[in-house]
């Protein structure tokens, strides 16, 4: 499968941006999606992740209550809506797609990786 992410920019703090992650080659609704994140000089971190029609969601204690993910299985595309951004924010944002079920946390069970779209949230 292949993953195109898009939607990222340049916001000020406590700003919004909406991410979306279009999916090709399988089922979408065969995956669990989440996305992931990297900043300069850190590891890559999880943000959120959902079930495969939606009814399970997972998000990082960092970003509770200001990101939410979603996805639309008839438009191949999860979405990670991103509110009250902050500084810490910034990074170059990752979607995955996951064969298995439950919403991991871990990347390393993320069979499939989009190129990545920058955040970048100016203070």
């Known amino acids: 499968v292949q993953l195109q992410a898009s939607g990222g920019g340049l916001v000020q703090a406590g700003g919004s941006l909406r991410l979306s992650c279009t999916a090709s080659g399988r089922t979408f609704s065969s995956f669990t999606m989440g996305w992931f994140r990297q900043a300069p000089g850190k590891e890559r971190e999880f943000v959120a992740a959902i079930s495969r029609y939606g009814g399970i969601t997972s998000n990082a204690d960092s970003v509770k209550g200001r990101f939410t993910i979603s996805r639309d299985n008839a438009k191949n595309t999860v979405f990670l809506q991103m509110n009250s951004l902050k500084p810490e924010d910034t990074a170059v944002y990752y979607c995955?797609?996951?064969?298995?079920?439950?919403?991991?946390?871990?990347?390393?069970?993320?069979?499939?990786w989009g190129q990545g779209t920058q955040v970048t949230v100016s203070s």
């Open positions: 995955a797609a996951r064969t298995g079920s439950g919403t991991s946390r871990n990347g390393y069970e993320y069979d499939y």
